[in-house]
């Protein structure tokens, strides 16, 4: 009588297989998806012309509770302890940075020429490094973005054209307020009047500011709060694209030493700037999409049982797939 051996194996799998469909967008009329590297899928609802406006006030409350959320709190506390550690040290790190710049070649004046009425065309390496913290380059970014969304239909890039546009104005909104506020010394003024670190002369009247304006405006820095605030709305924004961050933060660096060696800021007026800037951005991005990490995409899945003959046994197995 011939033996049969029998092997079940009810929880082996003998075959596991996984069905994705991967695309790098999906359109609609009403809004694009985006599938990112790490999974998680974003939508990005059909961008508005004057959403930059519209969003703005809403989105000058979120940034103002991000500061204080629980979560948030140890980023305040940080550039508030990094502001008093600087400070101590402003006016030995503008005269350090001074020789530096002298040393390398680079001057005091940040000089440009004037093209089409109204570009500014740097005339040294020193002026092109302060330049990227202007505004007029956030608009450049934008009408970049803006341009390339409208040919490619791309909601993505018409989102980041808006956000760029909007963040120059919460930079503004911001950065202004707290210059205003603070009333410190530029150092190239406190250097004339003898004034070593800059004096403070908070809540200077609005004819004041609007008449000697580098006595007041030096905290925070304007120029880093937009460059890290636009930075930050393209980084979110394009999270897959790893060289964003390196190249931003390296022309951040580049920018900061520029101010202080053509003593314009002071490096205690950077860390607020840089928290400003990164919340701003932050806000900006993920008012326009709405983000499905991937763990917590629903998964689905359908069960059979499959038996097969191998190496003489008779086996008994399941088929996930998902």
């Not at 003998?14 to 809004?31: C, F, G, K, M, P």
């Not at 956000?163 to 003024?189: H, N």
Request: hydrophobic share 40%.
């Amino acid at each position: 009588m011939k033996k049969i051996k029998l092997l079940l194996l009810p929880f082996s799998v003998l075959v596991w297989s996984q069905n994705r469909d991967v695309i790098n967008a999906t359109r609609s009329v009403e809004s694009q998806t985006y599938i990112l590297k790490n999974g998680s899928v974003r939508t990005y609802m059909k961008p508005k012309l004057f959403d930059f406006i519209t969003k703005a006030p809403g989105n000058f409350i979120d940034t103002n509770k991000s500061f204080v959320t629980k979560d948030h709190a140890y980023y305040l506390g940080a550039a508030v302890a990094g502001t008093l550690i600087l400070l101590p040290f402003d006016q030995k790190l503008i005269d350090n940075s001074r020789q530096l710049g002298n040393k390398w070649g680079m001057g005091v004046e940040n000089n440009y020429i004037t093209a089409a009425g109204f570009i500014k065309v740097p005339k040294d390496i020193g002026s092109a490094l302060y330049l990227i913290g202007n505004g007029s380059t956030v608009v450049l970014l934008g009408v970049g973005f803006g341009t390339y969304g409208l040919l490619k239909d791309d909601y993505r890039a018409k989102a980041t054209a808006s956000g760029l546009m909007e963040s120059l104005v919460l930079s503004g909104v911001f950065s202004q307020t707290i210059k205003r506020i603070a009333g410190r010394e530029s150092p190239f003024i406190a250097i004339e009047n003898g004034n070593s670190g800059g004096n403070w002369n908070p809540f200077p009247s609005f004819s004041a500011f609007a008449k000697q304006t580098p006595n007041y405006d030096a905290m925070p820095s304007g120029h880093l709060t937009t460059f890290m605030a636009g930075l930050t709305v393209i980084a979110d924004n394009y999270p897959d694209i790893q060289w964003i961050k390196p190249v931003g933060y390296t022309l951040a660096t580049a920018l900061c030493f520029q101010m202080m060696q053509s003593q314009v800021h002071w490096a205690s007026d950077y860390p607020i700037a840089l928290l400003m800037g990164y919340f701003i951005g932050k806000t900006i991005a993920k008012s326009r999409y709405t983000e499905l990490e991937a763990s917590d995409k629903e998964m689905k899945y359908s069960i059979g049982f499959i038996s097969s003959r191998h190496l003489g046994y008779n086996m008994l197995g399941i088929k996930i797939s998902f």
